[in-house]
């Protein structure tokens, strides 16, 4: 019997963030599907090596007291933690653990191909240089890709260059998944990388559907307006808000937010931050419309052909993740700049046209895996 070739991957799978861990399950199954034997290295980030390097340490007292009940799932933030830990646990097949980058140098999993997923794992705001995520635990002419790993910026601080000089040259293939950190690594290693999907796009929405149905549905039937609102690459409030409250004001649409919404701002919605993975994407496929600063909610809402309102800071910003993507499937009317007068926006496109797009970047992609693995 042939013995299936061994890849492990390393990502940022223990995220309390829904992308964060669908990204990893996508990766997780594409490469299984392929026929290898896929594990995801359970690398703890973020960790005590981040916070000694700059990350800063939002850890208190309050912090602590959560850690120890959230289990109770008491608050929603404790429900999200709790739903997000047991998708890891029932679907995820994770190496031992790692809590440092000593361990995991010291005690190297040992594969055919090493693989640095995708999710921000070279963007040095939040790994402040660890180059666990560049492979240098991995035994010396071990076979080393990336596959759409992301920076989320155009340029890197003269103090990583050195070590993402030396460690990117030992891949054998790289990809990103945004653009615009191609120039980093035409500098760095003298090509261009490959541009692939992240891998919640290179799953179908018929595969993310037939995944969501592993619990009940409950969103079938209705029409609603989903509102998901990150913060920490930008601040778009309290303009997403506004234009938030006029499509409801038009569409007279229920509004399910991941977040908290001022009373003040006059929206009626449901907050829905503690549902479950299967849920999320149940919501995703049912929706109307889709308002969203996430490069996650982006991505969801045109994997299952959603009309949307896809809000950045600026057109030409160097974090490019939603623009390039909207780019490449032609439908770069979705992307909203913040200030934009709300008559010019047109939240609609193709469906047809825009899956047909995301089908040939979806085997592109799916391509780019096969022949490097």
Known sequence: ????????????????????FLQ?????KIINDM???????????????????????????????HDRIYPLGLLKSHRKRKSIENAINDYLDLS???NSPEEILNNPPEYD????????????????????????????????????????????????ISDFKKYLKEYSKISIRDSNANKVIKELTGNFAEVTLD???????????DFSKNKKEIYK????????????????RPYIYELLLKLQKETGLEVYSFTDIPGNQGIKYKNCSDISVEHFLQLFENASYVVTSSFHGTAFAANFGIPMYSVVNDLGCADDRQSSLLSKLNIKNCLVKVGDKFDKINPKYNIKDEQKELEKLRNITKEYLKKNI
């Open 113 to 160: 191909t090493y693989i640095t997923g995708s999710d921000q794992t070279w963007n040095v705001k939040h790994t402040r240089g660890d180059n666990t995520f560049l492979l240098a635990f991995s035994p010396p002419k071990s076979k080393k890709i990336s596959f759409s790993a992301s920076m989320a910026d155009n340029s890197l601080s003269d103090i990583y």
């Open 24 to 28: 990893t399950y996508a990766t997780q």
């Open 221 to 236: 039937g209705k029409k609603y307006i989903i509102f998901y609102l990150i913060t920490h690459s930008f601040d778009p």
């Open 199 to 209: 891998p919640t796009l290179a799953l179908s929405f018929k595969e993310w559907s």
């Open 35 to 65: 026929g290898f034997c896929c594990e995801i290295i359970d690398y703890k980030f973020p960790n005590e090596w981040q916070y000694n390097n700059g990350l800063p340490d939002l850890r208190n007292i309050k912090t602590v007291i």
């Open 1 to 20: 019997m042939e013995v299936k070739k061994k890849v492990g991957v390393i990502t940022m799978h223990r995220v309390i963030n829904y992308g964060s």
């Open 96 to 98: 031992v653990e790692y």
